[in-house]
Structures are given as structure tokens and as C-alpha cells.
């Protein structure tokens, strides 16, 4: 890296674009709360969505292996023991089954991308062999779902051959089980699909958004289709476990995307610097904020455990 070249393009960074980029990302998960909102049983109402989205991602920028994404299913998991509601219908359970069907729906976004952007750009190879490894893993994941929302009693019959034996752990088990399929009620409802739809459009746009304003905030005056690279290398780089705030594998991935269109690598670089920073910072004061409101600690939130009488 020439940092002569990085510290120029730092001193003429257009703060005001930063700014834009910087409030597009708080609003992304906003819209992801909203979808959220729709993956959960018809009339359930879920408390606490949008702390919880916020909560959570504090938590990853905070702490290593997407702790985070515990947190959140605690945080809703929580709100719901509080206002009384049988663990049997709403609960841990229930929460983590819309998160395994929202982070199936994710990475196949980012494989969708990644086919798009195959036909227009140059994509590494390497990443297309990690794209196809993520469809792989995606299709077996959604074929599960799917076997659990189409025939939930064929199912249920198979948890209860497997743990027959076992007549304790059959019970809890099986509570656990009916427990988290009626999470997955909220894929199954038609009303659910068109704002599931529109809501995953809208909170995919935004970062999109975010990643091409912080390029004209950085004097790279690329096209639209630059802010897709960014996200989709970095929703890549960052769908495994990984550093606390990605730290390291964002600005790579970020890096690569740019160097594609041209972009020097220092350029590059103090890109991703502040495009993370701009990401990073405002939702992790925002998710503090949520989390003082919610009069937790840290530490109780990343235990991240099932309520009493949820426990297996």
C-alpha cells in the first residue's frame, strides 16, 4: 500500500456523502427488523424486534463467532416471558426457527447476487466456488424447511421413533420440536410472502445504497453495480464466523470488490476503512443505547439461554 496516497484520499474524503452512508445502515436493519416481523406465526406479535436486531449486532461488532445472533433470539425470547406468554407457543424455540429461515433466506440473497454478477464482472473464481458451496449448504437447508413446513406430522413421527427410548428426553424433546415448527408458521401463511418480499428487497437495496454513496464519498465515481460488489463479496466474507466487527475480512473482502473495477489498492483500502467505520460505530452506539433501555448487561445477553421450562 502507498499510505502517502491513502492519507490524501482520507484528508479529501466528502464527509457529507459518509454521513448519508452512515444513516443508510441503522435504517437497513430497521428494514430487516420489519421482515423479521413477518417470518414469525401469523397474530403472534414478537416484543422487542427491532432492539433486538440492534442488541444483536452490537454484540457482533463487539464479540467473535456472531454471537450476536443469539442475543437477539434472547432478547425477543425475554420480551415474550415477560408479557406472560406460554413458553409452549412463543418463546426461544420459536424465535430461533425464524432466525434459521432468515439466515437461509440471507446467504441465498448473496448467492442470487453473486450469479448476477458473474454475467457482468469478472468474479474470482474462488469466490465462485464458495458461492457454490453456500447454494449447496442453502439447498439443503431450505429442503429441510421445507419438509418441516409441508409435512410437519411426518416429522413430528420421526422425532418420536428416534426417542422413543427415552421417554424424559422424548417429551422435552418433542415440545422443543413442535415448539419450533410452529415457528416456521410464518413462511407457511400467504399473507406473510408479499411483505417478506418486499421487505427483502427493500432492506438489500439500502446496503447497496450505503456501500455506492460511501464510494462518491471517497471520489470513486463508480456505477451502481460497484455497490452490489461490495455487498455481496462482503456478505460473503462475513457469512462464516469471524473476527468481532468482521475486522479484517470486511476491508479484504471490500478491497477485492473494488480492485475489480479498477481501484488501486490503497484507494481501496481507505475505502473500506471508512465504509466499515461508517457501518460499525452508528450501530453499535444504537444497540448500547437498546441494550441500556432493555436494563441488561452484556454478560447476561451473550449467555443467550432458553428460559425456564424451555430448557432441553
Known amino acids: 500500500m502507498d499510505l502517502a496516497e491513502l492519507g490524501r484520499q482520507l484528508r479529501a474524503t466528502h464527509w457529507g456523502w459518509v454521513l448519508v452512508s452512515a444513516a443508510l445502515g441503522p435504517a437497513s436493519l430497521w428494514a430487516r427488523a420489519r421482515r423479521w416481523y413477518y417470518l414469525f406465526p401469523p397474530r403472534s406479535n414478537p416484543p422487542g424486534i427491532l432492539p433486538a436486531i440492534m442488541i444483536g449486532y452490537m454484540t457482533n461488532n463487539v464479540l467473535p463467532l456472531r454471537a450476536g445472533e443469539f442475543v437477539r433470539v434472547y432478547v425477543v425470547a425475554r420480551r415474550w416471558s415477560r408479557a ?86 422424548h417429551r422435552r424433546v418433542l415440545r422443543i420440536f413442535e415448539t419450533f415448527v410452529h415457528g416456521l408458521d410464518g413462511i407457511r401463511a400467504a399473507a406473510h410472502l408479499g411483505p417478506l418480499l418486499v421487505w427483502t428487497v427493500v432492506m438489500w437495496v439500502l446496503p447497496a445504497a450505503a456501500a455506492w454513496t460511501m464510494l462518491l464519498a ?70 448500547w443505547l437498546y441494550l441500556l433501555r432493555e436494563h441488561m448487561s452484556l454478560g447476561e445477553a451473550t449467555r443467550a439461554r432458553p428460559p425456564a421450562g424451555e430448557t432441553a
Not at 464466523?241 to 473494488?258: R, T
Open 84 to 169: 406472560g406468554a406460554p413458553g409452549r407457543v412463543h418463546g426461544f424455540w420459536t424465535t430461533l426457527a425464524t432466525l434459521v429461515v432468515e439466515r437461509v433466506l440471507d446467504s441465498l440473497v448473496i448467492v442470487l447476487i453473486l450469479a448476477a454478477l458473474i454475467f457482468l464482472i469478472p468474479v474470482p473464481r474462488f469466490l465462485e466456488l464458495a458461492a457454490l458451496v453456500m447454494l449447496a449448504i442453502d439447498l439443503v437447508g431450505i429442503a429441510g424447511l421445507v419438509a418441516l413446513v409441508v409435512a410437519p406430522a411426518g416429522a413430528t413421527r420421526l422425532v418420536e421413533r428416534l426417542t422413543a427410548r427415552w421417554p424424559a428426553v
Open 218 to 287: 471517497m471520489g470513486l465515481h463508480l456505477p451502481f453495480l460497484a455497490g452490489w460488489t461490495v455487498l455481496a463479496f462482503v456478505g460473503l466474507g462475513v457469512s462464516i464466523p469471524s473476527a468481532p466487527g468482521f475486522i479484517g475480512v470486511f476491508h479484504a473482502a471490500a478491497a477485492l470488490a473494488l480492485g475489480i473495477f479498477g481501484v488501486s489498492q490503497s484507494a481501496a483500502v481507505g475505502y473500506a476503512l471508512v465504509f466499515h467505520a461508517a457501518q460499525i460505530l452508528p450501530v453499535t452506539l444504537i444497540g
